[in-house]
């Protein structure tokens, strides 16, 4: 895929969201992570991919992924990527025709849910699930680059409530 992302992003309340929501494992580290570009290494469940993001402004940022073996990509994660790996199960589920991606951390980020929709539009109304809570969209402390940075579980309580 290559173009733009465009995205939301919210902490997750409770467990309503898991009636319904189908799981795989991800491990991705960060060959590159800089200001204004990141260059990643991912691997979902079964497949892999390799990731070009750009500086991110407003609700979007340039995106370039390409799938890639996953053989290749197991070695990158153990022999390349920064540390701590980003681990997490992502949870994908439909509501109202919009598909939401939620990421349960395990690992250093263990303790946070987060959940992401995609847009097509930055200005793009959707209607809010019951279980999502509070917008973290422009908060860069809880964009994956950054929790490899600053892992949850260095925050400090204050820090996880603003």
Known sequence: MTGTEIERKFLV???????????????????VACDDHVVRVRVLGEKAYLTIKGRKTGLSCPEYEYPMPVADAQDMLARICLRPLIEKMRYTLDFKGMIWEIDEFTGENEGLVVAEVELAQEHQMIELPAWVGREVSFDPKYWNVNLMKHPYCRWSTEMRMR
Not at 13 to 31: E, M, P, T
Request: net charge positive; glycine share 22%.
């Open 13 to 31: 309340s409770g467990d309503v969201w898991r009636k319904g929501a189908q799981g795989a494992f991800c491990r991705q580290g960060y060959i």
